[in-house]
C-alpha cells in the first residue's frame, strides 16, 4: 500500500502569536500530521502547549507519559495537553519539536491521537513527552489550534506544518 504525504498549510511566526491555527482543512484525506518546533516567550524553562480542533474546550482527555532524564510520571487530563516547548528561562535560541498524528479526521466517529514532544535546555534538563488522546466528538475536524497554557505565546521563528496523509 502506498502513502502518500501532501503539505495543507504552513505557518511562520514573524512576531509572537497567542496561538498557531490550522482553519479550512480539507476532509479529502485519510488522516493528518501535524509537526510544530516552537519556543514559548515565558519566563519558564519549559511550557506546555494544547491543541483545540475546531475550537472546541470539551469532551477532551489525554494520557500522558513524561521523563526529563531524572524522574518519570504519567497523569491523565481532561484537556488536549499534547506537547511541551522550551521557554525564555531555557537556553537561548533552542526550540522544542512536537509531531501530533490525527488518524480518521475527517469520519463520522470519535477523533484519536498520539503525539512525541521534546523540550531541550542544553544547561540543565529536557523533557521528552508521549500522549495518546481522545476527542469525543464525531464531527470532521476542520480547524487545529495550537495555544501555550498559562496566557503565554509562541515565539517568532516558530513553525507549524500540517499535512495531509492519503493511503492507497
Do not use: H
Amino acid at each position: 500500500m502506498a502513502t502518500t504525504c501532501k503539505l495543507i498549510a504552513k505557518v511562520v511566526l514573524g512576531s509572537s502569536a497567542s496561538s498557531i491555527q490550522f482553519a479550512s482543512i480539507p476532509g479529502t484525506y485519510d488522516d493528518l500530521l501535524c509537526l510544530l518546533t516552537g519556543r514559548a516567550a515565558g519566563a519558564v524553562t519549559n511550557r506546555d502547549f494544547n491543541l483545540q480542533f475546531n475550537s472546541s474546550a470539551s469532551n477532551r482527555t489525554i494520557r500522558r507519559l513524561r521523563g526529563n532524564g531524572s524522574t518519570a510520571s504519567s497523569d491523565t487530563y481532561s484537556s488536549l495537553e499534547v506537547g511541551v516547548v522550551p521557554g525564555a528561562s531555557a537556553t537561548s535560541n533552542t526550540f522544542g519539536n512536537t509531531e501530533i498524528y490525527v488518524p480518521n479526521y475527517a469520519g463520522s466517529t470519535n477523533k484519536s491521537l498520539s503525539s512525541t514532544s521534546t523540550a531541550e535546555n542544553n544547561a540543565t534538563s529536557a523533557i521528552v513527552m508521549a500522549t495518546a488522546g481522545l476527542w469525543s466528538d464525531t464531527a470532521a475536524i476542520t480547524s487545529i489550534d495550537l495555544i501555550p497554557n498559562g496566557s503565554d505565546s509562541f515565539v517568532a521563528g516558530s513553525t507549524a506544518y500540517l499535512y495531509g496523509i492519503t493511503k492507497s
